[in-house]
């Protein structure tokens, strides 16, 4: 099993455009999750999805930012438009129910210029 | 509001030397913590929950309700220890991290 998958590894845009940050989780997996990593607020929770529907979004920064799932094994984080303070790492976690391990994804590096 | 603080962001030790990384939260309730780590270019990954009482690569932490801590210990840190380190707090679903010590393990 390759664990969580994201994609890319890696994205410099400029400030303006449209970023999709891509993960699919682990095959059985009820709960998705989507965190930044930054490295003056540390790991923050944005939004996570439970079967495919979304639970808390209170975590999203702005409207710039969406989420959706539109199947168990397929998940898109969209920043539109992109601003250099947005500048992070993005993270997907899956787990099997609430409360249990999370698995993480090896993280997405984007940099807005 | 339920919250975790990890007060030192960096936390430098030599090899051998014991290691106490810090987590201090808040909650109305009964809390669930966790430790997770992450390793130089690698995920990262659950180390310990307190409901499991175990010992993982020799770091421990206990659960002190009235001080609301979950502080991790090491009594001899080895240099593979290095990483970043999160204390999270269970909140209905989804997890509250910290914002993380890094633990630089000297030779």
């Known amino acids: 099993d390759a664990g969580v998958i994201q994609s890319p590894r890696h994205e410099v845009t400029e400030m303006g455009q449209e970023v999709t940050l891509r993960c699919k989780p682990i095959s059985g997996h009820d709960y998705l999750f989507w965190y930044r990593q930054t490295m003056m607020r540390g790991l923050e929770l944005l939004i996570y999805?439970?079967?495919?529907?979304?639970?808390?979004d209170s975590g999203m920064p702005e409207d710039r930012f969406s989420a959706k799932m539109p199947n168990a094994s397929f998940s898109t984080l969209k920043i539109q438009p992109s601003e250099p303070r947005d500048s992070a790492v993005y993270f997907c976690a899956s787990s099997f129910s609430a409360g249990v391990e999370q698995y993480f994804g090896p993280g997405t590096r984007l940099t807005v210029t | 509001a339920q919250r975790v603080t990890q007060p030192e962001k960096l936390l430098s030790v030599f090899k051998g030397a014991p290691v106490e990384l810090k987590c201090n939260y808040s909650?109305?309730?009964?809390?669930?913590l966790f430790w997770y780590v992450q390793y130089s270019r690698q995920r990262l990954q659950l180390l310990l929950r307190?409901?499991s009482r175990e010992s993982i690569k020799g770091f421990t932490a206990d659960l002190n309700k009235g001080e609301t801590s979950f502080h991790l210990k090491k009594p001899f840190a080895q240099e593979e220890d290095s990483a970043m380190y999160y204390c999270a707090l269970l909140n209905t679903d989804k997890l509250i991290f910290g914002t993380g010590t890094r633990l630089q393990v000297f030779p």
């Open positions: 999805f439970n079967n495919n529907v979304p639970i808390d």
């Open positions: 909650y109305s309730g009964s809390p669930e």
């Open positions: 307190h409901i």
